[in-house]
Structures are given as structure tokens and as C-alpha cells.
């Protein structure tokens, strides 16, 4: 299992509890989740057993509806909310030059983490990205450099450069929306990210 899947479901589980994977997979391919995660329906209730299994999530019942077959819900352990943050952390304070992946993760989840955190977090990113990109700079001289490297590989520099600039943009502006009291993050009264509904 990917850390994007690992991530993608104790974050969801997390956010909905109790929850059954029915209503995950539905949930999840609603953003699109197969798309920029590269997690397809079958991966989340791989994931479900696994980590049960790992003890991050415990099993919190069954239940079922009309003449559907039973599904088992889960819960969060605490073994898993300590994960999930863990894993979120990782997530917040490292940059990926060339995955957008754990980004968009840390996106959909960043509600479990303090906002004094999350505003610090992106701070640090805007500055690491400024390192990765003149980096990139250097891995672009390389190229012109060497007598054996195709110089079209020079591009894979420039996206990766174009990219990281887009993101430390989103850094900037997501920051002043949490600044300016947008979202609910740990520790904070108000509105609390969806819970699952049964159905």
C-alpha cells in the first residue's frame, strides 16, 4: 500500500467515523481521488484491512440497510490518530519536487492539525521551494554540461520549476485564507469537517 493510499484512507476514516467502505469509496471518488492519488476503488478496502490489521483502525461494528449485506464500520485507534498525524507532519513540512501527491493529501486534511502549525508549515514551504527551484537551476547546468545527456532532459527541470512555483503560490495565498480565519482546524470550536451519514 502507497503512503498516499495509507494517508488518503486514515485521513477520510478520521473526517467520517464510524465509517464503512462503501461510503469511502463513494466519498473519495467524489474528489476525484483516483484521478490526483492515483488510488482506484479496490485500494480503499485494501487499505481498510491493512490498517486494521496495523491497529490503526478497529472494527466499530455492522451495519445494514434495506436488503444491502451487512458492512463493517470502522473507527480511528489511537494508534492511528497518532499515525495520521505523524504522517500529516511528514506531509506539511516536506517538499516533493516532481509528486503532487502528498500535497493534495495534505490539502484534504490539514483540518487534524493545529492552525499555527499549518500556517508555519506552508511558510517553511515557500522558503524550501525557493532551494528546489534553484536546485533545479543547478540540475539544468548539469545537462548543458554533459556530453552524454539528451539536452531535452533540461525540461524535466523547467516543469518541475513551473510546478513548484504554482505551489508555493497556492503556500501564499491558502495562508492568508487561514489567516484571515478561513477553515476549522484542531483545537478550534465551530463548524467540524462532514461526518458520514448512514444510507
Known amino acids: 500500500m502507497s503512503t498516499t493510499t ?38 480503499i478496502y485494501n487499505a481498510l484491512r491493512s490498517l486494521k490489521n496495523d491497529g490503526y483502525l478497529a472494527e466499530n461494528g455492522t451495519e445494514s440497510a434495506g436488503n444491502r449485506p451487512e458492512r ?30 502528498p500535497v493534495m493529501v495534505l ?27 534553484a536546485s533545479n537551476t543547478y540540475h539544468i547546468g548539469d545537462v548543458a ?18 510546478r513548484l512555483r504554482g505551489e508555493q503560490q497556492w503556500a501564499r495565498d491558502v495562508s492568508e485564507r487561514i489567516s484571515a480565519g478561513d477553515y476549522v482546524f484542531a483545537g478550534e470550536d465551530g463548524d467540524r469537517p462532514a461526518r458520514a451519514t448512514t444510507d
Do not use: C
Open 6 to 43: 495509507r494517508l488518503v484512507v486514515l485521513g477520510a476514516v478520521n473526517q467520517f467515523q464510524p465509517v464503512h467502505g462503501y461510503f469511502l469509496r463513494r466519498e473519495l471518488m467524489t474528489w476525484h481521488i483516483d484521478e490526483w492519488a492515483n488510488i482506484q476503488p479496490g485500494s
Open 72 to 101: 463493517t464500520t470502522y473507527r480511528m485507534t489511537e494508534a492511528g490518530e497518532v499515525e495520521l498525524l505523524r504522517m500529516l507532519r511528514d506531509t506539511l513540512w516536506t517538499v516533493e519536487v516532481f509528486d503532487t501527491k
Open 107 to 133: 490539502t484534504s486534511f490539514m483540518y487534524a492539525l493545529q492552525r499555527e502549525e499549518v500556517l508555519a508549515g506552508l511558510a517553511h514551504r515557500v522558503t524550501e521551494i525557493d532551494a528546489r527551484i
Open 145 to 162: 554540461a554533459s556530453t552524454s545527456t539528451p539536452a531535452y532532459v533540461r525540461e524535466i527541470f523547467e516543469l518541475a520549476t513551473s
